[in-house]
Every structure is written in structure tokens, then in C-alpha cells.
């Protein structure tokens, strides 16, 4: 059941409007949301209803056994349990086949003949996202950041919450346990705020990212025919379609919450303005970045001396790297998300040397503004070379495409710039504003005589420009 899509809308009226029926009476509310979040999930394929339903099981009880334990080696036993059992499930749905032809290709370049032991597993829609956040609870119980919930239903539902189960924001128990706790506030202001986030995230998906994914399908599929800048036209679209759709899909996500009196958190912070490459992973993501910084890399480097040398500082930077690799592998069982973890993990090790170098020797800088610009613009660009190694299947593809990029144009290449800005256009204007004013939410303050015409030409443009068969948004494939 596609966000984009009219089933997903006449689903929404209904439940909502059940919702509101129940206002009066929140946990009737929390148990009618969980039905409706199951009935959501399970419209893909029910038969993964058992595993997201064993998955909240193991973490709801390990929680419960490690908030009563008093003994660290029983908290620490249980911790590992809701590890092995929710990483094991993970890994088994999405890496088993990956890992065993892997294994066997290592073999056979050995000169050792072995056949992969595969299966046809289908991987569940969602599963990175819904184990990422139902381990927020037993990690964060572990670390005593979090009193164990009184009530299984509320975990339940915040396990399965059906606006953010298939592709995030990845919550964390500490944020949304509480808000299942307690009666909700829908007012004006939230229904005003949740309408805007889900009407500009439509925008995005089916205006934006729809209209420029057959740019970058095209390029990416027949680089060999375009010329080198069709090429970084193509990668330009990739990057727009990828940031537009998933993007798209948390606006939607926060707005259908907020409509029902919750608050998620922001998963994006324009993250194509950013200056430099740590500051690109405080804005993409956010919601995975800082799981990865809260649970793995605060394991890793706490007892690391922070500012260390020699020693130290290669411990920290491959503890950066291993990171950022295990993040790369997060978003698919494929060698070329593995490749471009750790190229995004050897630019911050490479900036953060480079940021120690500036800071012993200090610099007068002129022209503030335009050293900004060029910041961004180079962080652009190495982000952009990024998604060369995210979106390509091969590693022919990636030396290729990134071989042949350059300043040769064709034919097509006016008409392929002219479409791309076509559709790009008001978005960067919006969230030009937006950087300037510091507030993603700008649009909310804006008079109502600027605001309507606003909405009037957004849904316009959906019914005019936007893609009418509903595609899948690409986060869904992790």
C-alpha cells in the first residue's frame, strides 16, 4: 500500500477519521492505530505479520528482563539475546544469499570449486527500518536512558506505527514511548503543519522524483551512449530523485503523525547545502546517522582519547571507516553500498585530518560568503561522485561513468538540463528560503494570502505533472 497511491488515501480517511471518533479516549486510540498498523503491513504480504510481530516480542521482554535485572552480567546476557535474535533475523532476510555468494566467489578465485548455497528468500519491506528502532529499547534500557514501558500495546505500536514502518524516520523509544502514553493534542496548528508536510512531500515524490528517475535511468543504463556531461546530468537526476523521493516519504511520514497528534523527528535538513562531508551526514538521514552514532560508534570510540595522535588517531579513523562500512552494508546486500560507505567514511577521516591541519594553522579568510559557496559546491560534488558507486550495479559501471564525466556535450544534452530544471526548480527556491530564514517549517509562517496560492499551485502541479502510477519509493528495497 504505496503512499502515492488512492488505496493508501482511502485508508488514511478511514482510519483517521476513527481516530478522531476516539479522541476522547487515547488507549482505545493506541489499540485501533495497532490494528490499522498491522492491517498496513500486512497488506504486502501477511505472512511477515509473525516475524515483525516475533521481533517485537524478543525486544519488548529483553527491555523488561534487563530493566529488572541487577546483576550486569544478566542485563548484558539479555542485551546480547535481543542482539543476536533481532540481527540474526535481519541478516538472515537480507544478507544470507549475499554473503554465501560471496563466500564461494572468494573460493573459486582460490581455485577452489564451490557452489553458493542460496535460497529464494523474500525480504520483508521494511525489516532494516522497524529492527533498527524496535533495539532502540533494550540498548537504551541497557544504558538506563529509558524506564521499561508499562504497557506491551504501546510498544507494539511504536514497533509498527504504520506512517514510518516501511522506510523511517528510524524513532527512538525514548521520543515516541511517551507520546503513546498520553492523551494527544490535535489542534489547528498541528493539522495546518501535518496538511503542508504531507502536500510538499507528494510534491517531491510525484512532481520531483518521479519526473527525473527516466533522466537518471537512462544515463545510468546507457552511459556508454551519452557524452560526459549528459553523464553528470544523469548522476545530477540520481541524486535529485533519490533526495526528492525519500525525502518525500518522511515529510509524508511526520505530516500523517502530526495529523494524529505525534511528533517524529526530521530526517532531512537540506542536506545538499552542506560545506563539508560531516556536515552533509549531520543533514541526510538523520535518523540512521545518529542510530549509527548513538549504538555503534559509541561503543567503538568511548574509549578512545579524543583529539589523540599516532595510535589513538588511527584507532578513531578506523573506527570512523568500520562505520561507515557497516552503514554502507545497512542499505543493501551488495558490494557497491559497501564500497560507498567506505568512500563517505575515507572523506571524513580525510576532512577531519584536514580540519586539524587548518585548526594548528590558522587562516585569514576573505570573502566569507563565497567561501561557502565553493564549500558546498565541493561537497556536492564528492557526494554526487558518492552516488556513482550507490546506484551502479557493477564495478565496469562505476569506472565508466566516473571515466567518462567531463564538459562534451550531444544533442540531447540541452533538452535533458532544460527537463531537469523544469521540475527542480521550485523546490530549490523553497528550500533556498528555507536556509536562509533557518527553518524548514517557513512556509507555516507565511501569511494565509501567500500560503493558499502556495497549495493551490502545489496541487496542481501533482495533478498536472505528477506521475499518475504509483511507484515504489527506493528506501523501500532496505
Same mark, same amino acid.
Given at each position: 500500500?504505496?503512499?502515492?497511491?488512492?488505496?493508501?488515501?482511502?485508508?488514511?480517511?478511514?482510519?483517521?477519521?476513527?481516530?478522531?471518533?476516539?479522541?476522547?479516549?487515547?488507549?482505545?486510540?493506541?489499540?485501533?492505530?495497532?490494528?490499522?498498523?498491522?492491517?498496513?503491513?500486512?497488506?504486502?504480504?501477511?505472512?511477515?505479520?509473525?516475524?515483525?510481530?516475533?521481533?517485537?516480542?524478543?525486544?519488548?521482554?529483553?527491555?523488561? #528482563?534487563?530493566?529488572?535485572?541487577?546483576?550486569?552480567?544478566?542485563?548484558?546476557?539479555?542485551?546480547?539475546?535481543?542482539?543476536?535474535? $533481532?540481527?540474526?533475523?535481519?541478516?538472515?532476510? *537480507?544478507?544470507?544469499? #549475499?554473503?554465501?555468494? @560471496?563466500?564461494?566467489?572468494?573460493?573459486?578465485?582460490?581455485?577452489?570449486?564451490?557452489?553458493?548455497?542460496?535460497?529464494?528468500?523474500?525480504?520483508?519491506? =521494511?525489516? $532494516?527500518?522497524?529492527?533498527?528502532?524496535?533495539?532502540?529499547?533494550? +540498548?537504551?534500557?541497557?544504558?538506563?536512558?529509558?524506564?521499561?514501558?508499562? @504497557?506491551?500495546?504501546?510498544?507494539?505500536?511504536?514497533?509498527?506505527?504504520?506512517?514510518?514502518?516501511?522506510?523511517?524516520?528510524?524513532?527512538?523509544?525514548?521520543?515516541?514511548?511517551?507520546?503513546?502514553?498520553?492523551?494527544?493534542?490535535?489542534?489547528?496548528?498541528?493539522?495546518?503543519?501535518?496538511?503542508?508536510?504531507?502536500?510538499?512531500?507528494?510534491? *517531491?515524490?510525484?512532481? &520531483?522524483?518521479?519526473?527525473?528517475?527516466?533522466?537518471?535511468?537512462?544515463?545510468?543504463?546507457?552511459?556508454?551512449?551519452?557524452?560526459?556531461?549528459?553523464?553528470?546530468?544523469?548522476?545530477?537526476?540520481?541524486? &535529485?530523485?533519490?533526495?526528492?523521493?525519500?525525502?518525500?516519504?518522511?515529510?509524508?511520514?511526520?505530516?500523517?503523525? *502530526?495529523?494524529?497528534?505525534?511528533?517524529?523527528?526530521?530526517?532531512?535538513?537540506?542536506?545538499?547545502?552542506? &560545506?563539508?562531508?560531516?556536515?552533509?551526514? !549531520?543533514?541526510?538521514?538523520?535518523?540512521?546517522?545518529?542510530?549509527?552514532?548513538?549504538?555503534?560508534?559509541?561503543?567503538?570510540?568511548?574509549?578512545?582519547?579524543?583529539? =589523540?595522535?599516532?595510535?589513538?588517531?588511527?584507532?578513531?579513523? =578506523?573506527? +570512523? /571507516?568500520?562505520?561507515? +562500512?557497516?552503514?554502507?552494508?545497512?542499505?543493501?546486500?551488495?558490494?557497491?553500498?559497501?564500497?560507498?560507505?567506505?568512500?563517505?567514511?575515507?572523506?571524513?577521516?580525510?576532512?577531519?585530518?584536514?580540519?586539524?591541519?587548518?585548526?594548528?594553522?590558522?587562516?585569514?579568510?576573505?570573502?566569507?560568503?563565497?567561501?561557502?559557496?565553493?564549500?558546498?559546491?565541493?561537497?556536492?560534488?564528492?557526494?554526487?561522485?558518492?552516488? /556513482?558507486?550507490? !546506484?551502479?550495479? $557493477?564495478?565496469?559501471?562505476? &569506472?565508466?561513468?566516473?571515466?567518462?564525466?567531463?564538459?562534451?556535450?550531444?544533442?540531447?544534452?540541452?533538452?535533458?538540463?532544460?527537463?531537469?530544471?523544469?521540475?527542480?526548480?521550485?523546490?530549490?527556491?523553497?528550500?533556498?528560503?528555507?536556509?536562509?530564514?533557518?527553518?524548514?517549517?517557513?512556509?507555516?509562517?507565511?501569511?494565509?494570502?501567500?500560503?493558499?496560492?502556495?497549495?493551490?499551485?502545489?496541487?496542481?502541479?501533482?495533478?498536472?505533472?505528477? /506521475?499518475?502510477?504509483?511507484?515504489?519509493?527506493?528506501?523501500?528495497?532496505?
Amino acid at each position: 500500500m504505496l503512499f502515492n497511491s488512492l488505496t493508501f488515501v482511502g485508508f488514511f480517511a478511514v482510519v483517521y477519521g476513527g481516530y478522531l471518533l476516539l479522541r476522547r479516549r487515547y488507549i482505545r486510540q493506541n489499540y485501533f492505530l495497532l490494528a490499522a498498523s498491522y492491517a498496513f503491513y500486512g497488506f504486502w504480504d501477511w505472512r511477515f505479520l509473525g516475524l515483525l510481530l516475533g521481533v517485537t516480542i524478543v525486544n519488548f521482554h529483553a527491555g523488561r #528482563f534487563i530493566s529488572q535485572a541487577d546483576n550486569p552480567r544478566t542485563r548484558n546476557g539479555w542485551l546480547a539475546a535481543a542482539l543476536v535474535v $533481532s540481527f540474526g533475523t535481519l541478516g538472515f532476510f *537480507k544478507y544470507f544469499n #549475499f554473503f554465501a555468494e @560471496s563466500a564461494a566467489e572468494v573460493l573459486r578465485l582460490a581455485g577452489l570449486a564451490a557452489d553458493p548455497v542460496t535460497l529464494k528468500i523474500i525480504l520483508p519491506v =521494511g525489516i $532494516s527500518f522497524f529492527t533498527f528502532q524496535s533495539l532502540t529499547y533494550p +540498548l537504551d534500557l541497557h544504558r538506563k536512558r529509558l524506564q521499561h514501558a508499562a @504497557s506491551f500495546r504501546d510498544f507494539a505500536l511504536f514497533t509498527s506505527f504504520f506512517p514510518q514502518i516501511m522506510a523511517g524516520p528510524i524513532e527512538r523509544a525514548a521520543n515516541m514511548l511517551p507520546q503513546y502514553a498520553k492523551p494527544r493534542v490535535i489542534d489547528a496548528a498541528r493539522i495546518n503543519a501535518g496538511l503542508y508536510l504531507i502536500l510538499w512531500g507528494y510534491f *517531491k515524490k510525484v512532481v &520531483v522524483a518521479d519526473n527525473v528517475a527516466p533522466i537518471a535511468n537512462r544515463i545510468f543504463d546507457n552511459y556508454q551512449q551519452f557524452q560526459g556531461l549528459d553523464i553528470a546530468f544523469g548522476v545530477l537526476a540520481f541524486a &535529485v530523485q533519490l533526495y526528492s523521493d525519500f525525502s518525500g516519504y518522511s515529510d509524508i511520514a511526520r505530516g500523517l503523525a *502530526k495529523m494524529m497528534g505525534f511528533n517524529l523527528m526530521v530526517n532531512f535538513k537540506l542536506p545538499y547545502l552542506a &560545506v563539508n562531508p560531516g556536515d552533509f551526514w !549531520r543533514r541526510w538521514h538523520i535518523s540512521l546517522t545518529s542510530w549509527f552514532r548513538d549504538y555503534l560508534w559509541w561503543n567503538l570510540a568511548k574509549k578512545i582519547p579524543v583529539g =589523540g595522535r599516532g595510535w589513538n588517531q588511527v584507532r578513531w579513523n =578506523g573506527a +570512523l /571507516v568500520f562505520v561507515f +562500512l557497516v552503514s554502507g552494508l545497512w542499505h543493501g546486500a551488495a558490494w557497491n553500498y559497501v564500497l560507498w560507505g567506505g568512500f563517505h567514511g575515507l572523506l571524513l577521516v580525510v576532512y577531519g585530518l584536514y580540519e586539524r591541519y587548518r585548526g594548528e594553522r590558522p587562516v585569514q579568510v576573505s570573502f566569507p560568503r563565497f567561501r561557502t559557496f565553493v564549500a558546498m559546491t565541493g561537497t556536492s560534488m564528492m557526494v554526487m561522485t558518492g552516488w /556513482v558507486l550507490f !546506484r551502479a550495479t $557493477s564495478m565496469d559501471q562505476i &569506472v565508466g561513468m566516473l571515466s567518462r564525466v567531463g564538459l562534451s556535450a550531444s544533442d540531447q544534452t540541452a533538452a535533458m538540463a532544460g527537463e531537469l530544471l523544469f521540475f527542480v526548480w521550485p523546490m530549490i527556491l523553497v528550500e533556498l528560503w528555507q536556509h536562509f530564514r533557518r527553518d524548514l517549517l517557513i512556509v507555516l509562517h507565511w501569511p494565509q494570502w501567500v500560503r493558499t496560492p502556495l497549495y493551490a499551485a502545489l496541487l496542481i502541479a501533482i495533478f498536472v505533472y505528477g /506521475v499518475r502510477t504509483a511507484t515504489e519509493f527506493l528506501y523501500f528495497q532496505f
